[in-house]
């Protein structure tokens, strides 16, 4: 049954039926309602919650659950993920599985608390120190955001790496109707990912397991590095997910993720009620990047060109270039500093080429 | 042949990689001592620092989770929430570690009280890094940051750890210790065997300062180290138990 | 579908009269979206949401033409007024606006709700509005808002009668009005 879901709020119970069963977070504004959510329900389902000193200690913290076999998320938003980096970086290199929520807000610096989408570099390119990558998934509704948590966690324990949700101050404030799935078997879990072969929980079976990402003969840290790039490898050809809206006989092919691909739709019907053959290619996965899907739409004959929509100063634009590689012309439309673009404002764009 | 004093079990085979004169050594066997004495070595879990005992998972044979620099006592609460109340967890943490970059996980475990053991060795000097000044170096002590000696004008004060984790609630025993001589390693494992205990009664979070030596960055020969500690450090930071409260509990 | 704006100050219900028509919709078995602002204030600020019901899924949460943009200040009048649609409706909370609207193209309703409702609830003005609406929207049936009163309320029952005869006498109101 749907129920009218405060996105912050059906993220955090997404969650808990996905499994998690720790949360360690700092407040900042606008994704609170998921820490002040976990405070009391993790505990009616037997986990636990830590209000951390810092966002460098929550992902630590979320390091140690990870390391103990368990199910663990952190939430931020931009500030407080640019903390978290360093955490994020050990726990991608000690191969920790995990789920990092980012609720973005605008910067640079401690900027405003409006919905952004500037944090793209940041969750795809790596964001900490060296080379790795998360598991990135950008969702532009709140039952979409639910779903997507729901899988999270299993992704992440496939392939032991930490996956990061992207959203941002508005689908984290709205409320829309959702439905959340059936409580997952947090046991299972823990069975079906194998974690009793490395889960560091104190074994009495005389073995040792080690949680550890220090490599430090560059024969063992690069040998290291490529199998994590395999895994990458692995990863874009099974995980890539995109969603083409109305893309058929489109000619011009707006690319937007999260709640920017939304307002995209809605200039597309307008655009097509007047007569213009508007399109979507909608990123659902961030990291790894369907630009196979781009690249496929920039050979059809019938598109004249790409207009990548963002809220930022033109992030994604850039892998969408890296896709199209020169085929077609590949525009950018953004608003920064936490303003949001109008569908008219696009259907503007489209219609008078600015 | 007749063994008369073997490994501990809990420390693997693998050969330490400490300097001569360190104290590293002496106090990872006596973990591992006091862990098979309480019959708890088996599933014990340790976190090990950034710093010259970066290696720690490498010589206890039970699970050992590599810390980023300062992050083991966050890692540790974390940890303490998954696993049985009854696998007894150490953060083994070098002064840079505890005192300085990780100090806001350090005393936010103490005020959560976590029930987990803290070994904090304080040698006063970034080892592994080459000797720079730590959070706990002395005023006129010199390091590769403060070349004509900690100047407290210029450089800052050192902290006295243990005092000041002893003003929180949080913490259940805190005490310094030294081992530069057979008496004080004996103290000192005395020391680690309370807290380890205090850990298994669920008391709280048990906190052992470890006055350490570091001969290569002292420029000196181990023994001068070791007279170091004993003539310079202790006075400036005096051994003693700053924290009891199976005492408090006692006499209330 | 109706696009609405809800704007006033902070503590006036503002946000929770969104919430009242979007528990409503979802009653009613339609897509709904509300999206509120968000600041540093916690009251005494100024707050808006924008509250969309369709058939239709919902694709951009947020509105650059309301059909329906209900005021409980001046300057959320001010800010709103000329982003509503040609033949749109602006209904003003005359018991705190005394000003009309410069506009000559929109329907406007001047409802001093908090008198109104003061009579049944000193605290029902949402509800009372949420009752003038119904009969604005037309595809929210009366015992689809009665739902959405009871469940906003599940956790205080005491007040859900009162509630609900506010919610029939802004229908009747509105209904008077649109004779």
């Given at each position: 049954?749907?129920?009218?879901?405060?996105?912050?709020?059906?993220?955090?119970?997404?969650?808990?039926?996905?499994?998690?069963?720790?949360?360690?977070?700092?407040?900042?504004?606008?994704?609170?309602?998921?820490?002040?959510?976990?405070?009391?329900?993790?505990?009616?389902?037997?986990?636990?919650?830590?209000?951390?000193?810092?966002?460098?200690?929550?992902?630590?913290?979320?390091?140690?659950?990870?390391?103990?076999?368990?199910?663990?998320?952190?939430?931020?938003?931009?500030?407080?993920?640019?903390?978290?980096?360093?955490?994020?970086?050990?726990?991608?290199?000690?191969?920790?599985?995990?789920?990092?929520?980012?609720?973005?807000?605008?910067?640079?610096?401690?900027?405003?608390?409006?919905?952004?989408?500037?944090?793209?570099?940041?969750?795809?390119?790596?964001?900490?120190?060296?080379?790795?990558?998360?598991?990135?998934?950008?969702?532009?509704?709140?039952?979409?955001?639910?779903?997507?948590?729901?899988?999270?966690?299993?992704?992440?324990?496939?392939?032991?790496?930490?996956?990061?949700?992207?959203?941002?101050?508005?689908?984290?404030?709205?409320?829309?109707?959702?439905?959340?799935?059936?409580?997952?078997?947090?046991?299972?879990?823990?069975?079906?990912?194998?974690?009793?072969?490395?889960?560091?929980?104190?074994?009495?079976?005389?073995?040792?397991?080690?949680?550890?990402?220090?490599?430090?003969?560059?024969?063992?840290?690069?040998?290291?590095?490529?199998?994590?790039?395999?895994?990458?490898?692995?990863?874009?050809?099974?995980?890539?997910?995109?969603?083409?809206?109305?893309?058929?006989?489109?000619?011009?092919?707006?690319?937007?993720?999260?709640?920017?691909?939304?307002?995209?739709?809605?200039?597309?019907?307008?655009?097509?009620?007047?007569?213009?053959?508007?399109?979507?290619?909608?990123?659902?996965?961030?990291?790894?990047?369907?630009?196979?899907?781009?690249?496929?739409?920039?050979?059809?004959?019938?598109?004249?060109?790409?207009?990548?929509?963002?809220?930022?100063?033109?992030?994604?634009?850039?892998?969408?270039?890296?896709?199209?590689?020169?085929?077609?012309?590949?525009?950018?439309?953004?608003?920064?500093?936490?303003?949001?673009?109008?569908?008219?404002?696009?259907?503007?764009?489209?219609?008078?080429?600015? | 042949?007749?063994?008369?004093?073997?490994?501990?079990?809990?420390?693997?085979?693998?050969?330490?990689?400490?300097?001569?004169?360190?104290?590293?050594?002496?106090?990872?066997?006596?973990?591992a001592e006091v862990l098979e004495e309480l019959g708890k070595a088996d599933n014990a879990i340790g976190i090990a620092p950034v710093g010259c005992a970066v290696y720690a998972y490498r010589y206890f044979n039970c699970d050992m989770i590599e810390a980023a620099h300062g992050r083991a006592p966050a890692i540790s609460?974390?940890?303490?929430?998954?696993?049985?109340?009854?696998?007894?967890?150490?953060?083994?943490?070098?002064?840079?570690?505890?005192?300085?970059?990780?100090?806001?996980?350090?005393?936010?475990?103490?005020?959560?009280?976590?029930?987990?053991?803290?070994?904090?060795?304080?040698?006063?000097?970034?080892?592994?890094?080459?000797?720079?000044?730590?959070?706990?170096?002395?005023?006129?002590?010199?390091?590769?940051?403060?070349?004509?000696?900690?100047?407290?004008?210029?450089?800052?004060?050192?902290?006295?750890?243990?005092?000041?984790?002893?003003?929180?609630?949080?913490?259940?025993?805190?005490?310094?210790?030294?081992?530069?001589?057979?008496?004080?390693?004996?103290?000192?494992?005395?020391?680690?065997?309370?807290?380890?205990?205090?850990?298994?009664?669920?008391?709280?979070?048990?906190?052992?300062?470890?006055?350490?030596?570091?001969?290569?960055?002292?420029?000196?020969?181990?023994?001068?180290?070791?007279?170091?500690?004993?003539?310079?450090?202790?006075?400036?930071?005096?051994?003693?138990?700053?924290?009891?409260?199976?005492?408090?509990?006692?006499?209330? | 579908?109706?696009?609405?704006?809800?704007?006033?100050?902070?503590?006036?219900?503002?946000?929770?009269?969104?919430?009242?028509?979007?528990?409503?919709?979802?009653?009613?078995?339609?897509?709904?979206?509300?999206?509120?602002?968000?600041?540093?204030?916690?009251?005494?600020?100024?707050?808006?949401?924008?509250?969309?019901?369709?058939?239709?899924?919902?694709?951009?949460?947020?509105?650059?033409?309301?059909?329906?943009?209900?005021?409980?200040?001046?300057?959320?009048?001010?800010?709103?007024?000329?982003?509503?649609?040609?033949?749109?409706?602006?209904?003003?909370?005359?018991?705190?606006?005394?000003?009309?609207?410069?506009?000559?193209?929109?329907?406007?309703?001047?409802?001093?709700?908090?008198t109104l409702a003061a009579e049944i609830n000193k605290r029902g003005a949402n509800v009372y509005m949420l009752g003038v609406l119904l009969p604005l929207f037309g595809d929210i049936s009366e015992e689809c808002a009665i739902?959405?009163?009871?469940?906003?309320?599940?956790?205080?029952?005491?007040?859900?009668?009162?509630?609900?005869?506010?919610?029939?006498?802004?229908?009747?109101?509105?209904?008077?009005?649109?004779?």
């Open positions: 049954m749907k129920k009218l879901w405060k996105g912050n709020e059906a993220i955090a119970e997404a969650a808990v039926a996905a499994g998690c069963r720790y949360f360690f977070g700092y407040p900042i504004t606008p994704q609170n309602e998921i820490p002040e959510y976990m405070s009391w329900r993790l505990y009616e389902v037997g986990g636990a919650f830590i209000q951390a000193e810092s966002e460098v200690s929550a992902i630590n913290m979320v390091y140690g659950a990870a390391a103990a076999g368990a199910r663990a998320m952190t939430s931020s938003s931009s500030p407080g993920v640019s903390l978290k980096q360093e955490g994020i970086s050990y726990i991608a290199a000690a191969e920790l599985p995990c789920v990092i929520v980012n609720m973005m807000r605008s910067g640079p610096g401690l900027g405003g608390i409006q919905a952004s989408q500037g944090d793209y570099f940041q969750a795809t390119k790596g964001g900490g120190h060296g080379d790795y990558h998360c598991i990135v998934y950008a969702p532009s509704t709140v039952q979409e955001f639910v779903d997507i948590m729901y899988n999270a966690f299993d992704v992440a324990d496939e392939y032991r790496n930490p996956v990061m949700i992207i959203g941002d101050g508005m689908l984290g404030q709205m409320m829309e109707p959702a439905e959340i799935p059936p409580m997952k078997d947090v046991t299972k879990m823990y069975e079906k990912y194998h974690k009793d072969e490395w889960a560091t929980c104190g074994h009495s079976d005389g073995k040792a397991r080690i949680i550890n990402s220090l490599r430090i003969e560059p024969d063992e840290n690069e040998e290291f590095t490529l199998r994590l790039y395999k895994k990458y490898e692995e990863i874009a050809k099974k995980e890539t997910k995109v969603e083409e809206y109305r893309m058929d006989d489109a000619e011009y092919v707006f690319v937007a993720y999260g709640s920017v691909a939304r307002i995209c739709k809605a200039a597309i019907v307008e655009l097509r009620e007047q007569g213009i053959k508007a399109g979507l290619i909608r990123p659902i996965t961030l990291y790894p990047y369907p630009s196979a899907t781009i690249e496929k739409a920039a050979r059809r004959d019938s598109v004249k060109k790409f207009v990548t929509v963002e809220m930022s100063m033109g992030q994604m634009v850039e892998d969408v270039r890296l896709a199209v590689n020169g085929l077609k012309p590949v525009e950018f439309y953004g608003r920064c500093g936490g303003n949001v673009m109008m569908p008219a404002d696009l259907v503007k764009y489209i219609k008078e080429g600015k | 042949m007749k063994i008369i004093a073997d490994k501990p079990k809990l420390l693997t085979e693998t050969p330490m990689h400490y300097c001569p004169g360190c104290t590293h050594g002496i106090v990872h066997r006596l973990i609460s974390a940890v303490r929430r998954v696993v049985n109340p009854d696998n007894l967890i150490f953060c083994y943490q070098g002064d840079g570690d505890c005192a300085s970059i990780g100090m806001a996980e350090t005393v936010h475990a103490c005020m959560r009280g976590e029930n987990i053991t803290v070994i904090f060795i304080n040698n006063g000097i970034y080892g592994m890094t080459g000797g720079q000044m730590a959070p706990t170096t002395m005023p006129g002590v010199k390091a590769t940051t403060c070349i004509y000696g900690r100047d407290p004008k210029k450089y800052g004060n050192p902290v006295h750890l243990s005092e000041m984790l002893a003003t929180l609630t949080g913490p259940a025993y805190i005490e310094r210790v030294a081992c530069y001589d057979v008496p004080h390693v004996k103290k000192a494992k005395a020391a680690l065997k309370k807290a380890f205990e205090i850990q298994m009664q669920k008391k709280g979070l048990s906190f052992i300062e470890v006055l350490a030596s570091c001969p290569t960055n002292f420029h000196m020969t181990p023994i001068e180290a070791m007279d170091f500690v004993k003539t310079q450090a202790e006075p400036f930071y005096p051994l003693g138990v700053f924290k009891d409260i199976t005492k408090e509990e006692a006499n209330s | 579908m109706n696009k609405i704006i809800i704007s006033g100050f902070g503590g006036q219900g503002v946000l929770s009269l969104g919430k009242f028509i979007s528990y409503s919709a979802i009653e009613q078995n339609l897509n709904t979206s509300w999206l509120p602002s968000y600041g540093p204030e916690m009251r005494g600020g100024t707050a808006n949401c924008s509250v969309i019901y369709s058939h239709e899924d919902i694709a951009a949460p947020v509105i650059d033409h309301p059909d329906i943009l209900i005021v409980f200040n001046e300057p959320s009048l001010d800010k709103f007024e000329n982003s509503v649609k040609a033949g749109g409706t602006i209904i003003i909370n005359s018991d705190i606006v005394h000003k009309k609207t410069t506009r000559k193209d929109v329907k406007f309703f001047e409802i001093p709700v908090d739902h959405a009163v009871e469940h906003v309320f599940e956790s205080k029952p005491k007040v859900i009668p009162s509630n609900i005869e506010c919610l029939k006498a802004g229908i009747e109101y509105m209904k008077k009005l649109l004779k």
